[in-house]
Nanobody, 115 residues
């Protein structure tokens, strides 16, 4: 069983930045494509960004140019650098493999963008 632990969320003003981290309990980054997902109140969970085993990245249209996904295989950690944050980025952010495995969902980390 794999455990994924997200951290780095918080309250930030519009235009601000946050860096999220996702630590995996096992060495899976070289096996799976990893993704950052988010779920806003009253909305379905959506994929925000993904990074393949080879380091290829892709992003949802709403975050292109503002968010950057990266990973450190040696640390079993995936990162999400979020810049130019907007109120509509407010959500709980999760990491998981892609496609997501239901048993891998962690607690997520809350990101709130508000003045």
């Amino acid at each position: 069983q794999v455990q994924l632990v997200e951290s780095g969320g918080g309250l930030v003003q519009p235009g601000g930045s946050l860096r999220l981290s996702c630590a995996a309990s096992r060495s899976i980054l070289s096996i799976y494509t990893m993704g950052w997902y988010r779920q806003a109140p009253g909305k379905q969970r959506e994929l925000v960004a993904a990074i393949t085993t080879g380091g290829r990245v892709n992003y949802g249209d709403s975050v292109k140019g503002r968010f950057t996904i990266s990973k450190d295989n040696a640390k079993n950690t995936v990162y999400l650098q979020m810049n130019s944050l907007k109120p509509e980025d407010t959500a709980v952010y999760y990491c998981n493999v892609r496609p997501a495995i239901s048993g891998y969902w962690g607690q997520g980390t809350q990101v709130t963008v508000s003045s």
